[in-house]
Structures are given as C-alpha cells and as structure tokens.
C-alpha cells in the first residue's frame, strides 16, 4: 500500500525501540534482559520488532501464545522464547519440535511436560510460575515451596523461576514489598534455578528486584513505566490519520451517530479515514456541544490541538478542526493520533483505557513504516 493511498499510516521507529532495551539493561543491574513481545510486539509487529531487538543484544523473548512463539522463534532462531499462558492439554510435542519453552503454572501441566520429557528420554527446559499475588496464574506459593521435592523436576530442566507484580507501576504500593520477600523465599528453597520477577516497572522499583532475569514490555515501546513521573523512555510509535473530507457545520447542527455532539455555534469538521476498526477506541468519542473542555479524543493538525467531534465509527472519526492552521486543512492532509504530546499513555487516558491497550490495538490496515535499526 503505498503512503498516498493509506488511510492511516502507523511510524514505528526501530532504533527508539533498540535504544530503550539498552536503556532497560542498564538499569537492571547485571541481570538479564529479556524483551516481552506479546499481542504482535504490543502492535510494533512481531517480524520487525524481534530481529531489531536481537540485534541489540536480546537473547530471551516471552510471548502469550504458540503462535506467537512460532513467529518470534522464526524472527530469531538463536535465542529462547518463552510462551507465557502455560501448556495446554497435548501441546508438548509442539514445543519440543520447535525448540520453545512453555512457562508451567500448575501441576497438571507440570506432570504432562514430565511425562512427555520420559518419552523423549529428554531433559526439556520450562519455566516455573509460581502465583505471589496476581491469582491469575502459577503455583501457590506453598506449591512452589515444595516443589524441589517433587520427583518430576527431575525429568525436565527448570531453566527459569517467575512470578509476577500486581502494581510495580505504583511504587509505593504495600503488595511490591510484600511480592518480593514471598518470591525471594521460593528462590531460596529451589537454589540454582535463575529467577525472574521484574517487568517494566519493577525494574524501576527502590528494591531493585532484578534478580536473574528482568522480562520489559511496555516500557520498550514507548509507555511510561513510572506513572506519575517523566516517562524515562523513547517514543516508538506514531499514528497519523488522513484527512478524507471538510465540512462546515452551523450552529445546532450534529456530528455523527446518534447526533452526541452539537455545534454551539460555526464549525470546521475534518473526517479522518481511522475508526475503531483499525484499533482506535470508540471510547474516545467526544459527545457534547462544541467548546466544552472534554477529556476525550484529540488530534495535532499542523501542530494544534483538535478535540474530537461526536462518536468515533467503524471506519471514520472527525475532528474540529476550526483553530488549525489553513495550510493544514486539505484533502489528504496527515492528522497525528498518536505521536508529540499525544503519546499511548495520554491517548489511553483520554479514551478511559491505558496505553497497553492503545497499542496492542493498533489494527493491519494501517501502512506500517518502520525507520531506523538497532544502532
């Protein structure tokens, strides 16, 4: 698809994306950094995403799912993919034949990975969960506690000990002090299996719980991993949508579905060719009269800022766009989505999400440009 004919165009900047995993290694301490890569390199795309961050010196990957695993494995062949949802009934072999790891949270799937590692006459790698408080997944922690007298560990090789934080992007919440003595404890009673507890935000975390192995996401592609603070990382992601038509609107006159938004008085209307079909919330819609300060939708348009006008659709969103500079209003014309102040964290705030769910989202209609390398 060429530029010209993209509705959307989504910037994803390889070396911000490189630059901000150095930027994590540095900060754990010696540990290991690994790279979370889940949900299509949260929206970065997984095949450009994995090679760039391998290139700057990644070597272990996490991913949700086996599809994923199988795209991450294919991006780069020499390094260790973890998939994070655990083992599935009957699923081992997939893993075996195609050298990654499943993360084992519960005994029943601890007790097939062994049983299929007797049948291979193979000592396998997996991770071990063990639960310090999510109550999502994992071993209980008095489950993990006696897991070194277990007699399957002897089947297969426990190359990784995890658990995950409930809310490290709240430094002072009780839970983080409280996680970390729980998790240091199982550590202690499985000695010699490298451990891994920090994700984005735990690596910035007082207690610096770095342990072996530290697992980024978020962080590495642009997010705020310190809410509340300046985001100590790069911006990789930049959405810019097109304008397909200008309108005026008079006074008392309705932008989009249902009539929710309201001229008060002359208005200037860009429709922008994104919708919630390319993964841009409906939730950042902006009822109401115009000039009424909404903390919703919002565009740059030469630079100014835009509210939103009224629902965003499937396909469209538009925008009041009566303040921005002429020679910014043409058919055609590029509007930033995300990108300036508008970064993934201030546009999930303002559509009543966060900014995971912002990129995550981020749809395959859009004509993905990526720039830079791992440099």
């Known amino acids: 698809m060429p530029e010209e004919a993209a509705g959307g165009i989504l910037r994803i900047d390889l070396t ?30 997984i095949e450009e995403a994995v090679p760039a961050l391998a290139a700057a010196g990644c070597r272990t990957f996490f991913v949700a799912h086996p599809g994923e695993a199988l795209r991450a494995r294919n991006a780069a062949p020499r390094t260790t993919v973890y998939v994070l949802n655990g083992l599935l009934p009957g699923s081992a072999g997939f893993y075996a034949a195609h ?118 996401g978020y962080a590495l592609y642009g997010g705020n991993p310190t809410p509340g603070a300046e985001n100590p990382m790069r911006a990789v992601v930049g959405l810019e949508g097109r304008i397909v038509q200008l309108r005026w609107v008079e006074t008392g006159d309705t932008v989009g579905y249902n009539g929710r938004w309201i001229a008060g008085e002359r208005r200037r209307i860009a429709t922008v060719s994104v919708g919630y079909a390319d993964g841009y919330p409906r939730s950042a819609s902006a009822p109401g009269r115009s000039g009424e300060a909404l903390a919703t939708g919002m565009a740059l348009v030469g630079g100014h800022p835009c509210p939103f006008a009224g629902t965003v659709s499937m396909d469209l969103l538009a925008v009041d766009v009566t303040g921005a500079p002429e020679g910014a209003l043409a058919r055609g014309e590029p509007v930033t989505l995300i990108g300036g102040p508008l970064t993934v964290d201030e546009v999930g705030r303002r559509a009543g999400t966060i900014g995971y769910e912002i990129l995550t989202g981020l749809g395959d209609r859009y004509r993905r440009v990526y720039t830079g390398s791992a440099r």
């Not at 754990?28 to 390199?41: F, Q, Y």
């Not at 990654?100 to 049948?119: K, Q």
């Open 16 to 45: 911000a994306l490189a630059s901000n995993w150095r930027s994590l290694r540095d900060r754990a301490g010696g540990a290991e950094t690994a790279a979370v890569v889940k949900a299509n390199a949260y929206g970065t795309g």
């Open 99 to 216: 050298d990654v790891r499943p993360v084992l949270g519960s005994w029943p799937e601890i007790e097939e990975w062994a049983a299929f590692c007797r049948s291979q006459g193979r000592r396998l790698e997996a991770a071990i969960h063990v639960d310090t408080g999510m109550n999502r997944l994992g071993l209980t922690v008095g489950e993990g506690l006696a897991l070194a007298a277990r007699p399957e560990l002897k089947d297969f090789t426990p190359a990784l000990l995890m658990s995950h934080f409930v809310g490290a992007e709240e430094r002072d919440n009780p839970l983080n002090a409280r996680q970390i003595e729980t998790f240091a404890a199982v550590r202690n009673a499985l000695p010699g299996i490298p451990a891994s507890l920090a994700n984005s935000s735990g690596i910035f975390l007082p207690q610096k719980p770095h342990f072996d192995l530290v697992r980024p």
